[in-house]
Every structure is written in structure tokens, then in C-alpha cells.
């Protein structure tokens, strides 16, 4: 009878433990979606938003290279003018000053958008380098997040084990019925007491691994 209650006591523990566990992984996997639609909005957002950058840009150029194009019509009619019958040289003296003003004014104009330019590009740049703390952050995060479940699983399961070795030994004797969980997170168990710690002490198990009983956390 005696050996029939232990097996009991010990298959209730094994069960808790297994359903602690599927919780904790169910919370998990739903935990990493979220974080995955988040990062994957946030990284279509930034997609958008330098696509967007991209394409200013080439209205610019676009603009640019039209404005060039008109110089270069503008300085042909003069020199046509300067040819002989081609008028007066007080015009075209004065056509001469106002197209070199409108030169410098074009100049003026390439140098204000080559430096918005360059402020698109150091935005760019900085863009990506937000985007690469965001997920070196993530990953942080995410790694403190495992180790912080990992953490709350043992402790758990050492609650639901507990509760029912209370309720199917009806208040026995405890520290009879060790469990551990292996590096591949299995349950490994039940053990007594005395066979834990010698393989404890030998250093069969890892310094933060979780070694779990009825009654409390044995690290």
C-alpha cells in the first residue's frame, strides 16, 4: 500500500509538472508572435519611410538635370545672338550679365539640394542604425525574457508539485520525490533526496539548473 501511494504521489507530481510546463510554453510561443508582428511592422514601416526618401530624391535629380538642361538652351541662344546680325552689343551684353545671374542662382540652387542630399542620406544612416539597436535591444530583451520564464516555469512547477504531493499523500513525508529537468527539458525523477545532492556535489548538473521537489527548488 505503502509503495502504491509513492507511485501515485509520484505520478501526480510528474503530471503537474508536464502541464506546468505546456503552460509556460503556450505563453512563450505567444509572447514570441507578438514580438514578431511587432518587429515586422515596425521594419515595413521603415521600409516606407526610406522609399519615400528614395523617391524625393529622385525628384530632385529629375529637377536638377531640368534646370541644367534650360542653362545649357539659355547660353546656346546667346552665343546664337553674339554671331553676326544676331543684335545689338548692348543686349546682348545685358542678356549676358542676367544669364550668368541666372547661372550662379542655378549653382546656388544644385549646392542647397546636393546638401538636402546629404541630410537624406545622414538620415538613412541614422534610420538604420536605430533599426539595428531596436534589434540588438530586441534580442536582449527577448534572451531576459527566456531566462525570466525559464525562472518563473521552475518555480511553478515546484508550486503545482507541491500541491499535489499535499493532496495526494494527504501531508506524508516530504523530500522523497525529486525531480530535475534535463538540459533537453525533460523530467527526470523521482529521486530521494540523498542520491540529488551526491550528484549535485559530484557536478552532474550545470550551477542554474533547476532541480525540483515536492516542497521547494533545490539549486
Known amino acids: 500500500m505503502q509503495e502504491a501511494a509513492l507511485q501515485e504521489r509520484s505520478d501526480r507530481q510528474r503530471l503537474a509538472?508536464?502541464?506546468?510546463?505546456?503552460?509556460?510554453?503556450?505563453?512563450?510561443?505567444?509572447?514570441?508572435?507578438?514580438?514578431a508582428r511587432d518587429q515586422a511592422q515596425q521594419h515595413q514601416a521603415q521600409q516606407q519611410q526610406q522609399l519615400l526618401l528614395q523617391q524625393q530624391a529622385q525628384q530632385r535629380r529629375r529637377l536638377q538635370l531640368f534646370e541644367q538642361q534650360q542653362l545649357?538652351?539659355?547660353?546656346?541662344?546667346?552665343?546664337?545672338?553674339?554671331?553676326?546680325g544676331g543684335g545689338s552689343s548692348?543686349?546682348?551684353?545685358?542678356?549676358?550679365?542676367?544669364?550668368?545671374?541666372?547661372?550662379?542662382?542655378?549653382?546656388?540652387?544644385?549646392?542647397?539640394?546636393?546638401?538636402?542630399?546629404?541630410?537624406?542620406?545622414?538620415?538613412?544612416l541614422q534610420q538604420q542604425q536605430q533599426q539595428q539597436q531596436l534589434q540588438?535591444?530586441?534580442?536582449?530583451?527577448?534572451?531576459?525574457?527566456?531566462?525570466?520564464?525559464a525562472r518563473e516555469a521552475a518555480a511553478a512547477a515546484a508550486a503545482a508539485a507541491a500541491d499535489a504531493a499535499r493532496g495526494g499523500a494527504g501531508g506524508g513525508e516530504g523530500g522523497s520525490g525529486w525531480?530535475?529537468?534535463?538540459?533537453?527539458?525533460?523530467?527526470?525523477?523521482?529521486?530521494?533526496?540523498?542520491e540529488m545532492r551526491q550528484w549535485f556535489e559530484a557536478g552532474y548538473f550545470q550551477v542554474l539548473s533547476s532541480?525540483?521537489?515536492d516542497a521547494c527548488t533545490f539549486m
Open 17 to 35: 509538472l508536464e502541464q506546468a510546463q505546456r503552460e509556460q510554453l503556450r505563453e512563450r510561443e505567444l509572447r514570441a508572435s507578438s514580438a
Open 72 to 84: 545649357a538652351e539659355a547660353v546656346r541662344a546667346e552665343m546664337q545672338q553674339q554671331q553676326p
Open 90 to 124: 548692348s543686349s546682348s551684353t545685358a542678356q549676358h550679365q542676367q544669364l550668368q545671374q541666372q547661372q550662379l542662382q542655378l549653382q546656388q540652387q544644385q549646392q542647397q539640394r546636393q546638401q538636402q542630399l546629404q541630410q537624406l542620406h545622414r538620415m538613412q
Open 136 to 149: 540588438a535591444a530586441a534580442a536582449a530583451e527577448a534572451a531576459a525574457s527566456e531566462a525570466a520564464e
Open 179 to 194: 525531480f530535475y529537468l534535463d538540459p533537453q527539458n525533460r523530467i527526470q525523477g523521482p529521486f530521494d533526496g540523498s
Open 211 to 213: 532541480i525540483l521537489t
